[in-house]
C-alpha cells in the first residue's frame, strides 16, 4: 500500500511509540509486507528466521524486535511486537469504511458499464469502460477493474487475505490494506473469490477468463489471456505467467511460479514451481507423457508378479 502523501521515520514510530535508528526524516512511501515489498516501503520481522530476509529486502524501514546495524540506505523501528504493531499502521492508514450505498458515491463508474440489480460497488472502486457487472457481485473497497471486464453474479471481488499468525490465545489476522486488480477484457465466471493483497495488488491481467468456483489467494498475479478452469484453487503469492491453462479442479500451492505457456490438466495439483511450455498432469503433478508411461507401467506389474512366482 502506498502512502499519499510519504510521512517519515518518526511520524512512524510515534504511531505505535517506538524508538528508530536513522534519519528522523527519512521517507516512509509504502508499507507492504515481505513478498511484496518495494524500495521506500515498510515491513515487518519479527522472528529470528526472517531478520535476514527483511533487512536484505527491497523495503527501506524494517519493523523488528532486534536492535542491529541498519543496512546502508535504510532505517529500522524497533518494536517489541511488530506484528501488532504492522496491524496498527495497516488499520491506520487504511481504515475500515462503513458502506452508505450499494453503489458508492465515492466510487468511479466508466462510460457505457452496467452495475445490474443487487450488485455492491465499495467505496474508491474504479471500473472502466463498458464493463457488466452481473447481480449479486461484491467488488470491496479499492478495488481497480479496467475496461470491458464482465463478472458473473454471485462473484467477490476484494475479500481479506487469508493470513494469520497462531498465538497461544488464538490465531491473530494480518489486516488487509491491499488491492484487486483487474485489467481489461477479463471475465470472471460465477462465484468466484479473488482475495486483495495483504498490503499489494492480486492482479489478473488482460484477456484472461475465469470459469466458474474458482479461488485466488492474496498478492497472486496471473498473466495475460490465461484460461482458468472451475474449482481451480490459487493460492497466495503465487505468480502465473502468461498463456498458461489450468483445466478444472487444478491446485497450486503458495509462492510458486507456473510458467508461460504451461497446461495443467484437471485434477492436478502441485506443491512445486512448473516449468513453461510444458503439458502437467496428476497429483503431485508431473509432465503429462512421463505420467502415463508410470500408469502404462503399473498396469504390467500384475502380469510381472504372477511370472516371478
Known amino acids: 500500500m502506498k502512502l ?24 516512509v512511501t509504502g508499507i507492504n509486507e515481505i513478498h511484496m515489498v518495494e524500495p ?14 527483511a533487512l536484505q529486502s527491497k523495503a527501506t524501514t524494517i519493523l523488528i524486535n532486534k536492535e542491529v546495524e541498519p543496512p546502508a540506505g535504510k532505517a529500522l523501528i524497533l518494536s517489541d511486537k511488530p506484528f501488532d504493531d504492522y496491524v496498527y499502521l495497516a488499520r491506520y ?21 452496467i452495475i445490474q440489480p443487487g450488485a455492491f460497488i465499495g467505496n474508491h472502486v474504479k471500473i472502466g469502460r463498458d464493463c457488466l457487472i452481473h ?20 462473484s467477490v471481488i476484494g475479500a481479506d487475505a487469508y493470513y494469520f499468525q497462531r498465538r497461544p490465545e488464538g ?25 486483495k ?37 490459487i493460492a497466495g503469492v503465487t505468480r502465473i505467467e502468461d498463456d498458461v491453462i489450468l483445466w478444472a479442479g487444478v491446485l497450486i500451492n503458495k509462492d510458486l511460479v507456473i510458467g508461460k505457456n504451461a497446461i495443467v490438466l484437471a485434477g492436478s495439483g502441485t506443491e512445486k514451481s512448473l516449468e513453461g511450455g510444458k503439458t ?27 511370472r516371478l512366482k
Not at 521506500?40 to 530476509?53: Q, R, V
Not at 484472461?208 to 489467494?217: I, P
Open 197 to 233: 493483497g495483504v498490503s499489494g495488488d492480486t492482479t489478473i491481467s488482460r484477456g484472461t477468463k475465469f470459469d466458474n468456483h474458482v479461488q485466488v489467494g492474496h498478492d497472486t498475479f496471473i498473466g495475460r489471456n490465461c484460461l482458468i478452469g472451475a474449482y481451480c484453487a
Open 280 to 306: 502437467y498432469w496428476g497429483i503431485p503433478a508431473i509432465e503429462a507423457r512421463k505420467k502415463w508411461r508410470e500408469i502404462a507401467a503399473l498396469k504390467k506389474l500384475p502380469d510381472i508378479l504372477q
Open 40 to 53: 521506500g516501503d515498510l515491513t515487518f520481522a519479527d522472528h529470528p528466521k526472517y531478520y535476514e530476509k
Open 93 to 113: 492508514f487504511r481504515p475500515f469504511e462503513k458502506a452508505s450505498a450499494a453503489i458508492s458515491p465515492s466510487a468511479s463508474i466508466g462510460a457505457g458499464t
Open 135 to 154: 447481480a449479486n457481485v461484491s467488488i470491496y473497497d479499492h478495488s481497480v477493474i479496467g475496461d470491458h471486464v464482465i463478472i458473473h453474479s454471485n
Open 4 to 27: 499519499a502523501p510519504p510521512v517519515t521515520l518518526k511520524d512512524i514510530a510515534e504511531l505505535i511509540k517506538a524508538r528508530y535508528i536513522g534519519d528522523p526524516d527519512f521517507p
Open 171 to 195: 490465531y491473530k489476522k494480518l489486516e488487509s490494506c491491499g488491492r484487486v486488480v483487474i485489467e481489461d477484457y477479463v471475465e470472471i465466471g460465477a462465484l468466484t473469490s479473488i482475495d
